[in-house]
């Protein structure tokens, strides 16, 4: 009997050409392969850009790799058909098709959750990276604080406890404890199993000494879409468990509703409390202040961070409003349009 430890590594990937073959050879690039019993399972959405010969490709080269089919086409069905490929190992690896990890990733994940039982998921540090000038700005400002929020793990400087991470790790003993990914959530479907993970007595670490390159998106729509779905989805998150899952998830919504009642007053003309617009420029004043810091520290341009962080933090709004009004207070089902992914 083999005393490696078993992991599978479960890729989901819909048109990823440029990206697919980079991931799965930087997973076999990285150390301590001769002490695991690795087995990589590429879970594509039906891919019709050439995703689905690369990874035919790769398979052929590598008995360790395989291609799953997901006619779903859908991230959490992706994650769980993945899991259920491997079986019953020891871990379970999630690697996004975009990510590049480092050599030390898996074995520095092992390492923690061996000798922390307590912590059940562990992932490392995002390297945004870029394929344009637009994906370059919007790298810069996701690195932020301002863009993303205080304590969100993308702006983490060294290692310690978080409430997510991309790219996890988990023992499988986990999925025994609280189930799989919710598949009714097309985005925030990792931050709901996370949190499922805490509830349960789980804790979840962040390793900055491990990371992951990430391509981020090269358009401004592209981006607005992927926040405003993250917003709309992390409603639907927060009432199915009955809890605001992190505090500083309300800000956004809140500012998008203050901008909504700077707009309707203006319209109205309320004009008679210009004390009411003092957080917008206070806003703007923020917005000039981290986009200039971000253009000097990153080399990136002036303006189109002072395009990016409003659409960060606006799109989010707007899309969590969105979310009060199609779940709360119309008590409908998630709409189909906000079940496309914003590629």
């Known amino acids: 009997m083999s005393d490696k430890v078993s992991i599978s590594v479960v890729i989901p990937c819909r048109n990823e050409a440029n990206y697919i073959a980079d991931c799965i050879e930087h997973i076999f690039q990285s150390n301590g392969l001769e002490n695991m019993d690795l087995r990589v399972f590429v879970v594509d959405g039906m891919s019709d850009d050439g995703t689905r010969a690369i990874i035919a490709e790769e398979a052929e080269k590598n008995d360790r790799v395989k291609l799953i089919d997901n006619i779903h086409q859908l991230t959490p069905y992706a994650f769980n058909l993945g899991i259920y490929a491997g079986g019953k190992v020891d871990f ?29 998921c562990v992932g490392g540090q995002i390297k945004n990276e870029f394929i344009n000038e637009t994906g370059e700005i919007i790298a810069a400002a996701m690195g932020t604080a301002f863009g993303m929020g205080l304590g969100n793990f993308r702006t983490l400087e060294k290692s310690g406890y978080t409430d997510t991470v991309t790219s ?32 349960a007595g789980g804790k979840i670490y962040y390793e900055h000494d491990i990371s ?62 210009p004390s009411f617009r003092w957080p917008l420029y206070l ?15 990153k080399k990136v341009p002036f303006v189109g961070l002072i395009q990016t962080f409003p659409i960060l933090h606006v799109s989010y709004g707007l899309g969590y409003l969105k979310g009060i009004w199609t779940f709360i207070i119309q008590k409908q089902k998630p709409q189909d349009k906000q079940k496309r992914m914003s590629r």
């Open 283 to 297: 806003y703007i004043i923020l917005t000039l202040y981290f986009s200039y810091k971000t253009s000097l520290e």
């Open 92 to 120: 379970v690896q999630i690697v996004g098709a975009r990510h590049m990890i480092s050599p030390n990733y898996l074995e520095t994940c092992l390492k923690r959750l061996n000798d922390s039982p307590d912590v059940w």
């Open 168 to 199: 996890p790790m988990y023992p499988y003993a986990v999925f025994d404890k609280i189930g799989f990914f919710d598949e009714q959530l097309i985005r925030n479907q990792d931050d709901d199993f996370n949190y499922r993970v805490t509830k």
């Open 212 to 273: 992951l390159r990430y391509f981020v998106r090269g358009s401004f729509s592209s981006l607005w879409r992927q926040f405003y779905q993250y917003g709309y989805w992390k409603v639907f998150v927060n009432q199915k468990h009955k809890a605001v899952t992190t505090i500083r998830q309300l800000v956004p919504p809140l500012f998008a509703f203050y901008l909504l009642l700077v707009v309707l007053t203006s319209l109205l003309q309320f004009g008679s409390f």
